[in-house]
DNA sequence: GGGCTAGACAAAAACGTTTTTGTCAAGCAA
DNA sequence: TTGCTTGACAAAAACGTTTTTGTCTAGCCC
């Protein structure tokens, strides 16, 4: 009964107090202005319950996260910076972030999840994360006629919005990179296909080989968890062929680290012997044995973006095909890499 | 008007059907489960903005994220398993997470902030992270009558609910074992002293040295953000002294990873010349050179015990008083200790 | 039969806003 | 003067639940 006391207290009706407090043109200047002082001065804060009701928004805005690994009992690390950006921008305009969380399931399951999370009406908004090549959340969010932001793109006939890193170009660079280092035998050491960064990732990689005439070899193009763990076993299954690649590009600075753990076990020298390059740039690579060559990318900087476009599109002042942002990559040379070995 | 629908559909009044779904004892069985099987049937969902209005409820706990680092453009990434492991829990109550986000600021401003907030309504119950000795927000939380579990404990004359790790005997077991082995120069790169985490680790820390009637030298109990680049520089302020300390207890696997790199810069060899404990038992430190001993803690399953605890707390079950969970930390031994060089 | 209790449901109030619609006076043009 | 517009505010409806209070019937005891 709050703004009903602030009413009385100011001898106004409860509409014109609400319609002063929120910028309302049939409202003097005066009024507003005495309105807005005695709110301050008896503290007076409208109820967000009452007020999500009444105007039928929740005043937040939705996020999954996906369980992480294998066995699902941890969330992607990068995610914390990502809310945080998200979260920095939305806060100021009075939103909130939920956040929902997806343990390990099949897909059906997950989508079902899903949809009951965004047609509950708990937010106004979403944020889908980690984007498969073929997306059904896209759909049921559509269907719903729920705004929404993907972070990372997918394979779509309608526009929709996004924010995503340069995953083709960085792979490129990292790649080229390589090449013009001399190396013949590179292997791509990636995270799970049915990510769609992994297929932009798999693709900067083919056509750098490409555009250099050579022909990438299905088997040394392998894929696994985002972590140490599949980056070093996978390292170890293509370090036994023959020949031998003599350097990795990896999806994660983690499947990196693995990947030089297994290198220094088969007795190879991390940037003589063999290259690698891992990619995220993460506070770890610039202080392991050697540093690792990687790609930077401001997860933070994203995160805040997603934001903005979120309140945007909440807005109406702008549309989902407006929200295009890709985010260049940049290489951050270190020591992991060098000359092909003769 | 969606429940008034369903209450039209079958011939009931409104206040039956949602009594009938909130399982209240003063409706028949056989209505009861008409009411849920048409709910279902015709796909009715509460509207949650309605619902907390009504029930004075917002079904939401709220947690404000602490910026990490120096620059305040990152979260700490051990936060995403730890609110994942909540929203594990208090999803299938029907609660969600409110993330906030706290940039850098003078603690006069984050405690007006985190005012604000919890003020604000958002929230029916709060976690508080990373808590310091003394911590303004238990008081702010309890003068709003809001129910809260730290992660962390901290200073205070007053029961209260907290989920922590055992700092100090994680770090005794550390200190202790580097005894063990024959170190009697070892020194402490510990966190901002001001979070109670760190206090604790001293403590073992201290205490550990103290039982083996070894005087602990303030200037080697050292602190910094607990990042890579911290770890590094204090470790490397270290080892210029003479006599130089020949163990390191690293408050984080970061800090660990950064020590490291300083002491393989002085020349020394990781595991012999130099002893380095972490902590965290980051999934890293299984793959670097050395293998990284460390601690082991279960961030996702205390996130899990904080949200089980949070619920019970929200709904009466349980006081304050007896949410005290210390986790036990373990120790993974790995090569980067071995014994004193002479 | 009167009075009491319990069971099962309904009516109505409450939650605190926002939004829509209404009112009233002043100003102005014809 | 009449009618219309505009500015500033008020009244009331709407939002969709939960909770409180009320009603009615059947059953029971004495």
Not at 35 to 58: D, E, F, M, Q
Request: charged content about 20%.
């Amino acid at each position: 009964m709050s703004i009903v006391l602030l009413a009385k207290n100011l001898g106004l009706s409860i509409s014109t107090v609400s319609r002063a407090l929120n910028g309302y043109e049939d409202v003097s200047a005066a009024t507003r202005e005495r309105v807005v002082l005695r709110a301050k001065a008896i503290g007076y804060r409208p109820n967000p319950s009452a007020r999500r009701l009444g105007a039928g928004k929740t005043l937040a805005i939705g996020v999954i996260l996906p369980a992480a690994g294998s066995t699902g009992q941890a969330v992607d690390s990068m995610y914390s910076s990502l809310l945080g950006g998200v979260v920095t921008e939305i806060e100021p305009a009075g939103y909130h972030l939920l956040a929902s969380m997806q343990a390990k399931h099949d897909a059906a399951r997950e989508n079902a999840l899903f949809e009951n999370f965004i047609r509950g009406g708990w937010v106004d908004g979403l944020l889908i994360v980690r984007t498969r090549v073929h997306d059904a959340r896209l759909e049921l969010a559509r269907a719903a006629k729920m705004p929404f932001v993907t972070y990372g793109r997918t394979e779509s006939d309608q526009p929709y919005a996004w924010v995503d890193t340069d995953n083709e170009k960085a792979f490129h660079l990292a790649t080229t990179r390589l090449l013009d280092l001399g190396h013949r035998r590179i292997a791509l050491i990636n995270g799970p296909e049915e990510y769609s960064f992994a297929q932009f990732r798999r693709r900067g990689f083919v056509r750098a080989l490409a555009s250099r005439r050579l022909k990438p070899d299905p088997t040394w193009m392998l894929h696994g968890d985002l972590t140490e763990g599949a980056g070093h076993e996978l390292c170890r299954s293509l370090l036994i062929r023959r020949p031998a690649p003599t350097a990795f590009v990896c999806a994660t600075d983690s499947m990196a680290f693995g990947a030089i753990a297994a290198c220094r076990e088969a007795g190879l020298s991390i940037g003589s012997d063999v290259s690698v390059i891992g990619y995220g740039n993460s506070s770890l690579s610039a202080f392991c044995d050697p540093p690792l060559t990687t790609m930077e990318h401001q997860v933070f900087e994203n995160g805040r973006y997603v934001g903005r476009a979120l309140l945007q599109l909440l807005r109406n002042e702008i549309q989902p095909a407006d929200v295009h942002y890709l985010e260049p990559v940049v290489l951050v040379p270190r020591k992991s890499d060098g000359p092909a070995p003769q």
